[in-house]
């Protein structure tokens, strides 16, 4: 069968790849444990829940609006007000299967043949195949462990020049945990102030993920100027635990969301009609329900950073949010298992996998070789467990 050249390029995402291996080595009976979760492992509030059950039983089953129900839309409104103080009109809004199916179609209705597009990395698995699908290319800004992964406003002004379409910013992000602070957006915004062609992509997804008091702040509330160019791009599946609904949204421009409205018209059309009613029942319940989760995260989040950087050769920043810790393991990379070298994060992670029965994702899979990502989306005894593991998998090493 032919499959068109495009694909070629396409990889699969690895991070799906490792959990699906970890997966199917739990199910041979393996006792793996695996840091590879994207996604919270607390289970949807029952609430939500009753709310989708409910909306099966009075008949919400059909076809909806391609962008959401009207209801949907103003829930999300309000929403973004709530949580963000940024005020949207319900046109200026429109849901898709997941916050990935959202940045699929803002970069397939934004990008021209030849358009970059400045990504900073570590960055999310996706951006760039999406971006290469689309049409552009990517234009990565390093970053490293001692400038806590965060961009400067210097790396950002030297990235953009004349073909530079977009730029993303994903915070708190995934895979490093890092949140810019305000002062840290505001002096982002000041640089994208100098460039207005650009349009900014806000990946806000893990925006109420956040531990230790952190101020969360999209780029999007910097002003309306910033506001009217940015896609803000949020969803349902982090902060309530309903990665399996596929509920994803996009805030911007009238124009843009009628492209993608249009885009999803003749592709995917409405998210669930049912989910629909689900969310709009999580979006204005208020998120009291997340103070415990953000308990548990933070605890574990404590003890994961604390048992990494007890390791020899790993060191692990502190993250500010999502559920993800991001180590440095440059200082185990070259060392040998019985003779063979572990020449990268990539032969790391597999020697860990074989050897230690422990799933991490390799740093290369989001730009950043030297590192893994490990999810703690997990229990604290499945984490016990695993820093165990891989403690005497660095240490065995020569
Ligand atoms: C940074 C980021 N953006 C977007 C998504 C997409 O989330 P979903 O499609 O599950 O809503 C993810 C999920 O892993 C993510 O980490």
Redesign the pocket.
Known sequence: MHIARRMAAIPPSPTLAITAKAKALAKAGVDVVSFGA?EPDFDTPDFIKQAAKDALDQGVTRYTPVQGTPELRAAAAAYLETYLGLRYHPDEIIFSC????S?YNVFACLLEPGDEVVIPAPY?VSYPVMVQLAGGSTHVISTTADQGFKITPEQLEAAINEKTRAFVL?SPS?PTGAGYSPAEIDSLAAVLRRHPEVVIIS?D??HKLTYDGFEFRSIAACGEDLKQRTLL?N?L??TYSM?GW?I?FTAGDKAFVGAMTALQSQSTSNIASFAQSAAVVAMTHGDDFLDGWLREFSRRRTYIVEALNAIEGVRCNRPDGAFYVFPDIAGVVGRRFQGRVLDSDLAIADYLLEHANVAVVPGVAFGAPSSMRLSYATSMAQIEKGLTRIRQAFDSLD
């Open positions: 994207g997941g916050g990935k199916h940045l999310w994903n995934n990946d997804i893990y791009v969803g599946s982090k990665t596929r994803g």
